[in-house]
């Protein structure tokens, strides 16, 4: 069991000293969160609360994923990084592929790219960019950024990106790890088929057999059950040495201490988010590791 430090919200001066410190208590990764732009009036209901109410509001601070990702890459060795998750069908596809690609060289391979489809369409209308056709323009945009990572001059005649031959340098030379994150039957069978691994947005225990067993089928029927595949998820329910052992058992790979704005309350210290990360470790990671 891997075990992943939730980044999002948290105040960004604190960042780099916090990634130093998952580091060094065995962390596997940190991640953070991606909105472009955060409406006044957001008119669209949240998938993953009954209310549908977002638990983020418009002052939660989002800084720019590369940047802050680089900045930690840069102050660590050994920890990993992903984006749970960056909003890829806003963007340009050439964007992405460059931003990701130069991570992937500086990190020395410690990131990963976690994305979804986004579930405000206010912020699509804000980008001018079809909502309804967000899941056609992230599997283009995933074909897109897989050829330009393997460097050289690619060409492309989708629907949507056709471009002549082109190159992206310096490209990585591999493709970049993509999460895919999503709860509905299109996010799993993009995970299975097209991704290196799921990032959950919150599951009771109670769920995640099923979730896993779900993108095992699916990645069975694409040929790629061989192949290497994360999950991370992060459960509503505390979490206990027990059930991470049986959820293990199910298929789950990383586990994923709570954002501190959860924990803490929406400001707090340094230290004190220090010694909320020190019992975790304590009380969780270390029974696992034996």
């Not at 290497?228 to 959820?247: K, M, N, S």
């Not at 293990?248 to 959860?262: D, K, Q, R, Y």
Request: with cysteine.
């Amino acid at each position: 069991m891997k075990f992943w430090q939730a980044l999002v919200w948290t105040e960004p001066e604190q960042l780099v000293p916090l990634a130093q410190f998952a580091e060094e208590l065995g962390f596997h990764g940190v991640f953070n969160a991606d909105h472009a732009v955060f409406p006044e009036d957001v008119k669209s209901p949240y998938p993953y609360a009954e209310n549908g109410v977002a638990p983020m509001t418009a002052d939660a601070p989002y800084p720019d994923c590369w940047v802050s990702i680089a900045f930690m890459a840069a102050a660590t060795r050994r920890l990993h990084f992903t984006t749970s998750i960056y909003v890829l069908p806003l963007r340009n596809p050439f964007e992405v592929a460059k931003a990701a690609g130069s991570l992937d060289i500086f990190s020395g391979g410690r990131f990963a790219l976690g994305v979804g489809a986004g579930w405000m369409q206010d912020e699509y209308d804000i980008y001018d960019v079809p909502f309804r056709r967000r899941g056609e323009r992230m599997d283009e945009m995933i074909d897109v950024m897989h050829k330009l990572w393997q460097g050289g001059m690619v060409d492309h005649d989708g629907p949507l990106f056709p471009f002549p031959r082109l190159c992206i340098e310096p490209a990585p030379g591999h493709n970049v790890p993509l999460y895919v994150g999503g709860a509905n039957e299109a996010a799993l069978r993009r995970a299975a088929v097209r991704g290196d691994g799921w990032i959950g947005a919150g599951n009771h225990p109670d769920e995640v057999p099923a979730l896993m067993a779900r993108l095992r089928a699916l990645r069975e029927a694409a040929g790629r059950a061989a192949e290497p595949f994360e999950t991370i998820v992060g459960l509503t329910t505390p979490l206990d040495v027990a059930t991470l052992q049986r959820l293990e058992e199910a298929g789950m790979t990383s586990a994923v201490n709570l954002p501190f704005s959860f924990a803490l309350g929406k400001h707090s210290t340094l230290d004190a988010k220090k010694r909320f990360m020190e019992d975790f470790e304590r009380r969780i990671m270390r029974p696992l590791r034996g």
